[in-house]
């Protein structure tokens, strides 16, 4: 089982990107795939989650309306496309996946067996 993020890089305040989480391994069936991130010098904390069964879905209050998550099963693959880009979005990305769902849980880290090696995204003038 492996998780591939990528799509991290240098972009501008305002600016977009979009990461993609792609899993080998498995298939992304009855799967929550969830995006954290960790800033420097921050505990990681969790972005978005998404139900690879029914799209359910849940963003973190600091990138809604910014951030849109979603996945393509056919291509075992989750993307975050992050607009709006702001400094404070300086961090490296992971992904992670859990088997079902948990609902208004799904930012516990606990619940994630697999991780991906994350994404490195800056912010920056």
């Known amino acids: 089982v492996q998780l591939q993020a990528s799509g991290g890089g240098l972009v501008q305040p305002g600016g977009s990107l979009r990461l993609s989480c792609a899993a080998s391994?498995?298939?992304?069936?009855?799967?929550?795939i969830a995006w954290f991130r960790q800033a420097p010098g921050k505990e990681r904390e969790g972005v978005s989650c998404?139900?690879?069964?029914?799209?359910?879905?849940y963003y973190s209050d600091s990138v809604k309306g910014r951030f849109t998550i979603s996945r393509d099963n056919a291509k075992n693959t989750v993307y975050l496309q992050m607009n709006s880009l702001e400094p404070e979005d300086t961090a490296v990305y992971y992904c992670a996946t859990a088997y079902g769902w948990y609902g208004s849980s799904w930012s516990s880290q606990l619940l994630y067996d697999y991780w991906g090696q994350g994404t490195e995204v800056t912010v920056s003038s």
């Open positions: 391994g498995f298939t992304l069936n009855f799967y929550a």
């Open positions: 998404i139900s690879t069964s029914d799209g359910s879905l």
